[in-house]
């Protein structure tokens, strides 16, 4: 059975610095990699998506590495901003299955 | 475009109440999904739909029935509600499956009571 785990729970920054999120999940058999925002009281949007053929993805001041075979997929978020608060999700999709497994996230802060 | 609506977006319902909550989605997206995120934990898939008539039971679908007569619309259904059901429930859409991102409306809170 596929588990995502994010570690940290929470983390805290100064503004301007850049910053890292971690997800690792236990079956490298993935399809492909989710990386999705929450605002409190919102619903998720989604930031990036990383295919099981892909090393990284990139979208502005973002970039998602995935590594199938260590079972990991990082977050890098540059000259962090106030705006940028909010809990970070990762999600894997396995083969075969229609379901995404969602870690319980990283609730970030960025301090001004 | 709205994108993915759900209403209400709040509700208080008594234990062994029913409801329906409200999913729809305008961008013609084929795939639907019911999810709940209970405190501290990650979103568990309760339903999906791969399109009108075509529905499959997710992770955790014990208490709920859902439906889809229409690719826009894919309400899900508390028969007899339980204190176990209070949560925040997220409706998603994709265009074709968890291959692609998938769009969230900005969930239901349920408390049941």
């Known amino acids: 059975k596929q588990e995502v785990t994010q570690i940290p729970a929470a983390l805290s920054v100064p503004e301007g610095e850049n910053l890292v999120l971690n997800c690792s999940f236990t079956d490298s058999a993935i399809y492909n990699l989710q990386w999705f925002r929450q605002d409190p009281g919102k619903g998720l949007t989604s930031l990036l998506l990383i295919q099981s053929s892909q090393r990284e993805q990139t979208s502005g001041r973002l970039n998602a590495s995935l590594d199938k075979s260590s079972g990991r997929s990082t977050l890098y978020i540059a000259a962090s901003q106030p705006g940028d608060s909010a809990t970070y999700l990762c999600?894997?999709?396995?083969?075969?299955?229609?379901?995404?497994?969602f870690g319980t996230g990283t609730r970030l802060t960025i301090i001004p | 475009n709205a994108g993915v609506t759900q209403t209400p977006k709040f509700r208080i319902l008594k234990i062994g109440q029913s409801m329906t909550l409200q999913c729809a989605q305008d961008?013609?997206?084929?795939?639907m999904y019911w999810y709940r995120q209970d405190p501290g934990m990650g979103l568990k898939l309760i339903y999906y739909s791969v399109g009108a008539g075509i529905t499959d039971k997710g992770e955790v679908p014990n208490g709920y029935n859902v439906s889809r007569s229409t690719t826009e619309d894919f309400p899900l259904r508390l028969e007899l509600a339980a204190p176990s059901q209070t949560s925040v429930y997220f409706c998603a859409s994709s265009r074709q499956g968890a291959q692609e991102t998938q769009y969230f409306g900005p969930g239901t809170r349920l408390l049941v009571l």
């Open positions: 961008m013609n997206h084929n795939y």
């Open positions: 999600a894997v999709r396995d083969f075969g299955n229609e379901k995404l497994t």
